[in-house]
Every structure is written in C-alpha cells, then in structure tokens.
C-alpha cells in the first residue's frame, strides 16, 4: 500500500464551479498534511498545510482533514482556468521523519 | 530574486558519464533538500541536508553523492550516469521539516 494516494485525474470542471481533491493516507499517526501545486513543466508549489481535524479556509481554498477516516481533500472554490495544474498531496509521517507525497492529481477548469 | 536556484536547467547526456547539479537558496533556510521526480509525476525524497549535517539519505544508488558547503548550498553529484536517471530533479528548501520552496528542476536526460 503506498503511503499517500490520489486518483490522477484528469478531473474537469467548469469555470466558476467547485474542484474537490482528494488524498487518502496509510499512516494513522501522521499529524500535517500538505498540498502542492504544480503547473505543467514548473515546480510544485505549497499552497495549503492542515494540522488539525476539520476545515482550513485561504481564499479560494478550503483544506478538509478526517483523521479517523484518514482522509484530506482540497476544494477550489470558484474555480478558474489558472487553476489549471496537478495537485498533490503530501503526508507528513513523524516516525519516518519524511514527507511523502502521492502522485498528483491533474485538474484542469474549462473556460 | 530567485529563492532557490539550481543549475543546469537541462541536462543532456551519456551513459556512464558524471555530472553535477548544482542548487543555491537565499531565504537562510537551514535545511535543503533534493527532490526526484519520475516521468509519472511521483515526487520522492532523495536526501535532506541540515545545516550542512545529512538527516535524510533514502535508499539510493551511491552514485548519488550530495554535498553541501554551506547551508546555503546543496549540490548533487552523480556517477556512471544510467538510463533510469533519467528524471527531473527538485533543490528544495525550508526552515521547518517539510519542504516549502522548490528550484525550477532540472531535466536529466540520459541518453
């Protein structure tokens, strides 16, 4: 079982509707979370953290943790055709004192 | 001002040669990182680099050997160069324990 999984998409969306991003991990201990994104040839860029169970709001973006589910999501409200890119989640895992990160979803939002 | 910089941007080159990749950072972050990412888009630790001191070496070929002067630099050097190298290569840097800004990524070509 990998540590971190995402379902690589392509995901679509219209312009203006609600992206939902999804991430399951295997660790139960893990205590952050992290999303990145990632523009086609650029380099990923961290635009998200969660630490604690519930929702954490930055603009557009809502981050959502479900500790006993082992679950985090990302959704993009509004969503825009810049917000085209691959999204990836990252795990934190304290005992392996690493980040690792599943393998990206790729988002694009119709015009 | 570029964050974090890595040279070359491309890289093309030889079974069985020697390169280097070299990466620069002037947020002062204390750890820095190098990052592999596969032609599936699968980002995965290499090694991690506090204050000069190694704190994370996955398992990697020891063809791999990093280097770090100082801690603001972080180069990656690698031998007899093989196909499978072929790959993008992130510098990242952070002040905490997750990486938080990335390089531009080099393109390692090996033909």
């Known amino acids: 079982q990998k540590e971190v999984e995402q379902n690589s998409g392509p995901l679509s969306v219209p312009e203006g509707a609600i992206a939902s991003l999804n991430c399951t991990y295997s660790?139960?201990?893990?205590?952050?979370f992290f999303w990145y994104r990632q523009y086609s040839g650029k380099s990923p860029e961290l635009i998200m953290f969660?630490?604690?169970?519930g929702d954490k709001e930055d603009g557009r973006f809502t981050a959502q943790l479900n500790k006993a589910s082992q679950y985090v999501s990302l959704l993009i409200r509004d969503s825009q055709p810049s917000d085209s890119a691959t999204y990836l989640c990252?795990?934190?895992?304290?005992?392996?004192?690493?980040?690792?990160f599943g393998t990206g979803t790729r988002l694009t939002v119709i015009p | 001002d570029t964050a974090v910089s890595q040279t070359p941007k491309y890289l093309v080159t030889q079974m069985g040669n020697d390169k280097s990749i070299k990466c620069e950072q002037n947020?002062?972050?204390?750890?820095m990182y190098w990052y592999k990412q596969d032609s599936k888009k699968f980002l995965k630790i290499m090694f991690s680099?506090?204050?000069?001191?190694?704190?994370i070496n996955e398992t990697v070929p020891n063809r791999f050997s990093p280097k770090s002067p100082d801690k603001a630099h972080l180069n990656l050097h690698i031998n007899s160069l093989e196909l499978g190298d072929s790959a993008v290569y992130f510098c990242?840097?952070?002040?905490?324990?997750?990486?938080?800004?990335f390089g531009q990524g080099t393109r390692l070509t090996v033909v």
């Open positions: 660790d139960r201990g893990s205590q952050s």
């Open positions: 990242a840097s952070s002040q905490g324990r997750v990486a938080a800004f």
């Open positions: 947020l002062g972050h204390d750890t």
């Open positions: 680099y506090n204050n000069k001191e190694l704190i």
């Open positions: 969660i630490y604690s169970n």
């Open positions: 990252a795990v934190y895992q304290t005992g392996a004192n690493n980040l690792f």
